[in-house]
């Protein structure tokens, strides 16, 4: 085995590793938020978790980019829906983590706002869908499944 193989063969596996961050880190943060408009003390754990859950979204979608470039092309069209919905779900997380760090510099609080709430709540959902997409492509597909000799 080559330097490239093991590379690649090790971007495979990471993949699931990675998502394991946002999809843990994220919904946190988002539960948080929304509890710390009753106990304020909370947002900065939030904060917290929504910086460590974007840059996991960030790093796994990037990995699952890499991995699917190596896809045939009708496994790559098989994929394309959960790469549209991951690039979605990691660009609105983004921009929460960028609006909320613009605020912070400005002495603002998005929290609690209903424009900052909505978004929050719309990026959980795009969590979910992808999640459960990406789950189907392995466990319903055989995606990345090798089978046993």
């Known amino acids: 085995m080559n330097l490239f193989d093991v590379i690649a063969n090790t971007i495979n596996h990471i ?14 943060s988002v539960g948080l938020s929304l509890a710390s408009q009753r106990w304020p003390n909370l947002r900065q754990s939030a904060w917290i978790t929504l ?6 979204a960030i790093l796994a979608f990037v990995s699952g980019d ?41 002495g603002k609080e998005v929290i609690g706002t209903l424009p900052y ?4 709540v719309v990026g959980l ?4 869908v992808t999640g459960m997409y990406g789950g189907s492509l392995v466990f319903e597909q055989g995606l990345g499944v090798s089978v046993l000799p």
């Open 15 to 28: 993949h699931p590793l990675l998502t394991d961050f946002p999809a843990a880190l994220l919904p946190v």
């Open 66 to 106: 890499a991995t699917a470039e190596a896809l045939s092309a009708p496994l790559q069209a098989l994929v394309q829906p959960h790469q549209i919905l991951a690039i979605l779900t990691t660009l609105t997380f983004l921009g929460l983590t960028i609006w909320r760090w613009q605020a912070q510099r400005k």
């Open 125 to 128: 959902g795009l969590l979910i």
């Open 51 to 56: 910086i460590l859950g974007t840059a996991g």
């Open 117 to 120: 709430t909505v978004l929050s």
